[in-house]
T-cell receptor, first 114, second 118 residues
Framework: GAGVSQSPSNKVTEKGKDVELRCDPI?????LYWYRQSLGQGLEFLIY????????KSGLPSDRFSAERTGGSVSTLTIQRTQQEDSAVYLC????????????FGPGTRLTVT | AQKITQTQPGMFVQEKEAVTLDCTYD???????LFWYKQPSSGEMIFLIY??????QNATEGRYSLNFQKARKSANLVISASQLGDSAMYFC???????????????FGTGTRLTIIP
């Protein structure tokens, strides 16, 4: 079956603009995670959804970052007033149960803020 | 403080040799899990192997095995008979379960770039 998909695969934006990143999880997966990977770094947890609710938003780096999930499926990560330090690869993962063992990752969106 | 430490930023290994990638961790939670992921140049994170803190035996998955030393808080990945296709970034990660939540999130190390030499 289809894996986790993310769009766009690459995004170049000017500093100060807003961007939206999309994640389509594996069908039926109730849990969805967003991570950020800066150049040469490991993954940094951003936010977690169980269904449409986000019980853990602890990783969002600032109030410029927000995320939503609708219909228990697609999720959108929005970054407002982008800064150069937001440049990174944003990875989405989904899980059927919310158990870390079963996280399946998408290919990521590479965001470049100029 | 770093919860996952990978001290080898890069390694070069001859094809067919075994390689050990180091990972140490820090947690006070008695229940935790340790993962290794492979990230090829395509960018996708590929799950390799998992070790639970209560597992009695070291995890193995094909050519991958995890050398789990709980007292030393280390969880090194061993790849036997390395292949050219093993060239990638390798990340160690730890599962934590924050109190009050049902979810479990992963904390990642900074990774080791493994290059297999023909």
């Amino acid at each position: 079956g289809a894996g986790v998909s993310q769009s766009p695969s690459n995004k170049v934006t000017e500093k100060g603009k807003d961007v939206e990143l999309r994640c389509d999880p594996i069908s039926g997966h109730t849990a969805l995670y967003w991570y950020r990977q800066s150049l040469g770094q490991g993954l940094e947890f951003l936010i977690y959804f169980q269904g449409n609710s986000a019980p853990d938003k602890s990783g969002l780096p600032s109030d410029r970052f927000s995320a939503e999930r609708t219909g228990g499926s697609v999720s959108t990560l929005t970054i407002q007033r982008t800064q150069q330090e937001d440049s990174a690869v944003y990875l989405c993962a989904s899980s059927p149960t919310g158990t870390a063992y079963e996280q399946y990752f998408g290919p990521g969106t590479r965001l470049t803020v100029t | 403080a770093q919860k996952i430490t990978q001290t080898q930023p890069g390694m070069f290994v001859q094809e067919k040799e075994a390689v050990t990638l180091d990972c140490t961790y820090d947690t006070s939670d008695p229940s935790y899990g340790l993962f290794w992921y492979k990230q090829p140049s395509s960018g996708e994170m590929i799950f390799l192997i998992y070790q639970g803190s209560y597992d009695q035996q070291n995890a193995t998955e094909g050519r991958y095995s995890l050398n789990f030393q709980k007292a030393r808080k280390s969880a090194n990945l061993v790849i036997s008979a390395s292949q050219l296709g093993d060239s990638a970034m390798y990340f160690c990660a730890m599962r934590e379960k924050p109190s009050g939540f049902g979810n479990e999130k992963l904390t990642f190390g900074t990774g080791t770039r493994l290059t297999i030499i023909p």
